[in-house]
C-alpha cells in the first residue's frame, strides 16, 4: 500500500489513473470530479497538487506539464484494471522526448 492509497480510498472527487515512481518520490495522476470529467491533476500522495497549474484539461497537457517539471523520463503505471489511459500517457511523454 503506497501513501496514497488512504487518501484514494473512497474518494468521489479524484479517481487515480497513473502512478509515476522516481526513487522515494511518487506522483499520481487523477480524474478530478465527477466519473465523466475529462480534467485531470497530478497529486501528491496526501492529495495536494503537486504544482499549482492544475487542474488540467488533457492527458496531452499532463504529459507537458509531467516533462516541464523533468518526470518524462517515468514511466506511468496504471491504477486499477484499465491501463488505457497509463499506455497512452506513456505514449505521449515518449512523444515529446
Known amino acids: 500500500m503506497t501513501n ?5 480510498q473512497g474518494s468521489h472527487i479524484y479517481e487515480p489513473v497513473t502512478l509515476l515512481r522516481r526513487n522515494a518520490e511518487i506522483l499520481y495522476v487523477a480524474r478530478v470530479g465527477m466519473k465523466a470529467s475529462r ?16 487542474p488540467l484539461g488533457s492527458l496531452s497537457d499532463i504529459a507537458w506539464a509531467l516533462r516541464a517539471h523533468e ?25 515529446r522526448t
Not at 485531470?40 to 497538487?49: R, Y
Open 4 to 8: 496514497g492509497d488512504a487518501f484514494f
Open 39 to 54: 480534467q485531470f491533476m497530478i497529486l501528491m500522495p496526501t492529495g495536494e497538487p503537486a504544482w499549482p497549474h492544475e
Open 71 to 95: 518526470w518524462h523520463d517515468v514511466t506511468p503505471e496504471p491504477v486499477g484494471q484499465n491501463e488505457r489511459l497509463a499506455k497512452t500517457l506513456a505514449r505521449l511523454l515518449i512523444e
